[in-house]
């Protein structure tokens, strides 16, 4: 007979994983105390970072069965889930996720339910790269310097030359200058 587990995942310390235990229960889940796997973390943090999900993976045998509320409880974005579920599934483990009506995502449904929430995610991405392109040429054509200020003015950039010419390393006056490499090479290349 398949074991059923459960992930429960909260962002912060004032939240709880209670309603998560109930819903998953009140779906007809027969999830066992020992077999819940409660856990506060961010959700910006990635699924192999959680501890809790790392030791419960651990744990899972073929034929077990893995239930959480949504997916966001299983990884940090879209991709993050898929990699999840398909390495779970390779495991022999089901994934149900009662967002998604309970459908098993390791199912032929399930995995289609995916491919549809990984292509959403990949089109909202793409808008969010489109928009942010957008404004910086829209911010760029109002003549606003976009980008990350240079570590070394027009005085600094230039004392760098004159150092370099006099026979300085790169490596020492970025040490010197408290800069990487790269931005004492984009100085000595500034005018001279």
Same mark, same amino acid.
């Given at each position: 007979?398949?074991?059923?587990?459960?992930?429960?995942?909260?962002?912060?310390?004032?939240?709880?994983?209670?309603?998560?235990?109930?819903?998953?229960?009140?779906?007809?889940? !027969?999830?066992?105390?020992?077999?819940?796997?409660?856990?506060?973390?961010?959700?910006?943090?990635?699924?192999?970072? *959680?501890?809790?999900?790392?030791?419960?993976?651990? *744990?899972?045998? *073929?034929?077990?069965?893995?239930?959480?509320?949504? /997916? !966001? *409880?299983?990884?940090?974005?879209?991709? !993050?889930?898929?990699?999840?579920?398909?390495?779970?599934?390779?495991?022999?483990?089901?994934?149900?996720?009662?967002?998604?009506?309970?459908? !098993?995502?390791?199912?032929?449904?399930?995995?289609?339910?995916?491919?549809?929430?990984?292509?959403?995610?990949?089109?909202?991405?793409? /808008?969010?790269?489109?928009?942010?392109?957008?404004?910086?040429?829209?911010?760029?054509?109002?003549?606003?310097?976009?980008?990350r200020r240079a570590s070394l003015d027009a005085e600094k950039a230039a004392k760098v030359r004159a150092q370099h010419a006099a026979g300085a390393s790169v490596s020492t006056l970025a040490k010197e200058y408290g800069t990487s490499r790269q931005?004492?090479?984009?100085?000595?290349?500034?005018?001279?």
């Open positions: 007979m398949s074991r059923v587990f459960a992930y429960c995942r909260v962002s912060t310390a004032d939240q709880t994983t209670e309603n998560q235990v109930r819903e998953i229960k009140a779906a007809g889940f !027969d999830v066992q105390p020992h077999r819940i796997v409660a856990e506060t973390i961010s959700g910006s943090s990635h699924a192999r970072q *959680r501890p809790g999900l790392r030791k419960l993976r651990e *744990r899972l045998e *073929r034929g077990d069965v893995l239930v959480v509320t949504k /997916l !966001d *409880r299983l990884g940090r974005n879209a991709v !993050d889930v898929r990699q999840t579920v398909e390495e779970l599934a390779e495991q022999g483990v089901r994934v149900h996720c009662l967002a998604l009506g309970g459908v !098993d995502l390791t199912s032929a449904a399930g995995k289609m339910t995916m491919q549809v929430i990984n292509a959403v995610a990949e089109f909202e991405l793409d /808008l969010l790269k489109e928009r942010t392109r957008s404004g910086m040429q829209r911010a760029v054509a109002q003549g606003v310097k976009v980008g931005s004492i090479y984009r100085a000595l290349a500034g005018p001279a």
